[in-house]
T-cell receptor, first 109, second 114 residues
């Protein structure tokens, strides 16, 4: 059983559309990280959310941490083909990262 | 480019064989982590070293072992290979050992066991 459940598993959209991916757990987190992994590469950290209710923006990406610190979402506005990749949420457990299964996002021109 | 290098990029071998994967961390990083990524298990933590000493273990099989050398590079040794060991193996490095810290991932080694 995954500690972190990500949904959807796969998302295919057209350039210019918006999308949201989710990361949920039955446990409370002290913080949560979001990574993007492109084909043939390792994951790259996008953001760390720490405070319940926190919203962080990274250009067209908006990250939200739930008030109860059990869930998080990533919203992409006006998606571009360069946003294509595997989006992973992860918990940092004393240096060990525990990842969700990821959401594969494909943005077609 | 994360600054973490891994060799080789691809490795094809047969069941029962032994292979060694190599990782050089970013300059100044003392912690090295190994992860395995497969289609059915996702990205899983294997083991962590900090300044030459083992710090944490995850779901690492007994057939697998790792070490970190005085120059801080690390090697992951996989022996008695099975078909199910085919996966991407990532190394990551960070400055600090515990707490919230950013891990920088290498490009991975793709292992195929035939």
């Amino acid at each position: 059983t995954q500690l972190l459940e990500q949904s959807p598993q796969f998302l295919s959209i057209q350039e210019g559309e918006n999308l949201t991916v989710y990361c949920n757990s039955s446990s409370v987190f002290s913080s949560l990280q979001w990574y993007r992994q492109e084909p043939g590469e390792g994951p790259v950290l996008l953001v760390t959310v720490v405070t319940g209710g926190e919203v962080k923006k990274l250009k067209r990406l908006t990250f939200q941490f739930g008030d109860a610190r059990k869930d998080s979402s990533l919203h992409i506005t006006a998606a571009q083909p360069g946003d294509t990749g595997l989006y992973l949420c992860a918990l940092d457990s004393w240096g060990k990262l525990q990842f969700g299964a990821g959401t594969q996002v494909v943005v077609t021109p | 480019d994360s600054g973490v290098t891994q060799t080789p990029k691809h490795l094809i071998t047969a069941t029962g064989q032994r292979v060694t994967l190599r990782c050089s961390p970013r300059s100044g990083d003392l912690s090295v982590y190994w992860y395995q990524q497969s289609l059915d298990q996702g990205l899983q933590f294997l083991i962590q070293y900090y300044n030459g000493e083992e710090r944490a273990k995850g779901n690492i099989l007994e057939r697998f072992s790792a070490q970190q050398f005085p120059d801080l590079h690390s090697e992951l040794n996989l022996s008695s290979l099975e078909l199910g060991d085919s996966a991407l193996y990532f190394c990551a490095s960070s400055v600090v050992s515990r707490g919230n810290n950013e891990q920088f991932f290498g490009p991975g080694t793709r292992l195929t066991v035939l």
